[in-house]
């Protein structure tokens, strides 16, 4: 089985001709059924929320932006009811300069960014992999050619200079290289 992320910005035409025996599959929220459902804006509904014992989210994304902190701003659970797969981002120019992800709703430790990505990221949407979304990983690791398509192709949780890419924790996820989480609970 062949593997891929690309980037969702680079001319379909292109896609295919580099890759022209591969199944293109765009897992970003603006793809088409059912794979919109990997996006960690897709609203499944009872995603365990890390360090929040029977706190649960609509999505991965609400998770991440009910527990960053800013200069100017704590926590905003308001995050997690988030249905509409709009209205989730939190930004520096409103909030501040970002101070870290809390360690829960309720945590006192503020969490820096590789830490929250390993210990609340990570957890998340390997949740919904497994429990949300199984049968289309299934579907994947069964492909002969698979190019992902995703905003971002960043697969290092170390590599703090580009947004993490959840095509490419797909790609890890069916090859069996997940990279190491940091347990929550």
Known sequence: MA??????????AAVSATFPRAEIVDVTSRGPEP????????????IPVPFS???TSQSVEGIWQALKVFEGADVDP??????TMRGLK?????YGPVRGHRAGLEGDGLLPYEAARRR??????RWVLEHRVADL?????????VVLLDYTTNGDVADLGSPLSHAALIQLHIEDRWPREEGFR
């Open 3 to 12: 593997m891929r992320v690309v980037s969702r910005r680079r001319a379909r």
């Open 35 to 46: 794979w919109a459902r990997f996006s960690p804006f897709f609203p499944h509904g009872g």
């Open 53 to 55: 014992e029977g706190v």
């Open 78 to 83: 308001t995050r997690l009811g988030v249905t």
């Open 90 to 94: 939190r930004t520096v120019r409103r």
């Open 120 to 125: 609340i990221y990570l957890p998340a949407y």
């Open 137 to 145: 990983v299934e579907r994947l690791r069964a492909a002969e050619d």
